[in-house]
Nanobody, 126 residues
Framework: QVQLVESGGGLVQAGGSLRVSCAAS????????MGWFRQAPGKEREFVAA????????SYKESVKGRFTISRDNAKNTVTLQMNSLKPEDTAVYYC???????????????????WGQGTQVTVSA
């Protein structure tokens, strides 16, 4: 069992930066690939970024490439999403998730993720 708790969301102006973090409980954290997803009002939850178990491989939604960076610290059981050059269309609830079914390999498939945090709101004003 892995419990995930996000933090660090908030309100920022367009062009600004935010860092959202996810703290995980459980000794098996380092065996899972991790991902960040987001859900805007009236829209489906969508993939944002993923990282494999060791942190050696990452993947991003096309629209956030070059602006967002995902990283993890297996010693501290944390995964972080650094978001720069934020745009109003980045406004959403951001969720941290652990991939149960990918054997540690990074995956963009939402169905591969079995543990989810409660989400943290990110609002970008124009």
């Amino acid at each position: 069992q892995v419990q995930l708790v996000e933090s660090g969301g908030g309100l920022v102006q367009a062009g600004g930066s935010l860092r959202v973090s996810c703290a995980a409980s459980g000794r098996t954290f380092r065996s899972y690939a991790m991902g960040w997803f987001r859900q805007a009002p009236g829209k489906e939850r969508e993939f944002v970024a993923a990282i494999n178990w060791s942190g050696s491989s990452t993947s991003y939604k096309e629209s956030v490439k070059g602006r967002f960076t995902i990283s993890r610290d297996n010693a501290k059981n944390t995964v972080t999403l650094q978001m720069n050059s934020l745009k109003p269309e980045d406004t959403a609830v951001y969720y941290c998730a652990a991939a149960l079914y990918s054997l540690g390999r990074l995956t963009e498939g939402i169905n591969d993720y079995g543990y989810w945090g409660q989400g943290t709101q990110v609002t970008v004003s124009a």
